[in-house]
């Protein structure tokens, strides 16, 4: 299944023409996106079943909306998650389907995920453990096929629909960010495991523009203000919760100060920014899951 939010058409032809030979069924949830072009895209996909959302309900509402609709299919077990801007491999999925299933035998899964990079690097992204206070970064090497992990990122996540029963869907409060971080810890905590696939690869784009600052030899992902809003409201909401590792919390606190300084005084619109990370910080250290403030 697949969720979208003003997608840029010429990506989504691409994937979805990647993505469709590949899966029984596509699913395209979209958060009202205004373009009519977009409606006629879809009405001239086959395999493409549209249902479009009266309104932007966020990442997680569109994903539960998603896996519903896929309960309805006869002859699923499984739900494949993909974001508007990425785009599988031609073997993604079966190299996923292969790699479940043997796990499978072993215990408990809750999903397994690929191999992404986005355009902008040079490498694969790798696969994480959460350590403190630094996380292990595991990338494959040839010596294994697939690598236990603490989270997937949510494109490319192939989930059992029994897991999902087990662990339960995505938390819709959240609206987007740390919704995955969020269900992978609920997973862990329900002795579920995640693993990255080896085998299985994706093309993928991490966040939204990059703007130079200094020391960040790569540039630093640029974020709006209402995002940067659900940013710090979520993590702190994460905080709360009993199911979230105490050591991602130690490691994360940090990040949200780095964080909270870079685009208080060095990103623009600073002012803007500064007013919805204090927002987003008031509204989770209060346990409100209440939506940011308006911003022009």
């Not at 993604?92 to 995920?113: D, F, P, T, W, Y």
């Not at 994360?252 to 870079?262: E, M, Q, S, T």
Request: net charge positive; hydrophobic share 45%.
């Amino acid at each position: 299944m697949l969720v979208t939010h003003h997608p840029d058409l010429s990506v989504l032809t691409e994937q979805i023409a990647a993505l469709a030979p590949q899966v029984g069924h596509v699913v395209l949830v979209d958060n009202a996106s205004p373009d009519p072009r977009f409606r006629d895209f879809c009405a001239s996909q086959p395999k493409v079943s549209l249902q479009a959302l009266p309104e932007n309900r966020g990442l997680a509402h569109a994903l539960n909306a998603g896996i519903a609709s896929a309960r309805k299919l006869d002859g699923v077990s499984h739900v494949l998650l993909m974001d508007q801007d990425s785009i599988p491999a031609p073997d993604m999925v079966s190299n996923l389907q292969a790699a479940i299933a043997e796990l499978a035998s072993r215990g408990k899964v809750a999903a397994v995920g690929p191999c992404f990079r986005d355009a902008r690097e040079p490498v694969d992204a790798p696969f994480v453990r959460i350590r403190f206070p630094f996380n292990r970064k595991l990338r494959c090497d040839g010596r294994c096929t697939e690598i236990r992990c603490d989270f997937l990122i949510t494109s490319g996540s192939l989930i059992p629909l029994a897991a999902l029963d087990e662990i339960g869907g995505m938390d819709d409060a959240l609206f987007i960010d740390n919704v995955d971080l969020d269900w992978c810890f609920r997973a862990a905590a329900t002795g579920h495991g995640l693993y990255g696939v080896c085998a299985a690869h994706m093309r993928h784009r991490l966040g939204e523009s990059r703007q130079a600052v200094p020391g960040f030899r790569r540039g630093l992902v640029v974020h709006t203000p209402r995002r940067l809003f659900y940013m710090m409201r979520n993590r702190v909401l994460l905080y709360r919760r009993a199911h979230t590792p105490g050591r991602w919390i130690a490691q994360d606190v940090p990040r949200l100060v780095v964080k909270l300084l870079l685009f208080s005084l060095l990103i623009s619109p600073r002012r803007k920014n500064l007013r919805c990370m204090l927002a987003g910080l008031r509204t989770g250290i209060a346990g409100r899951t209440t939506p940011p403030p308006d911003v022009d």
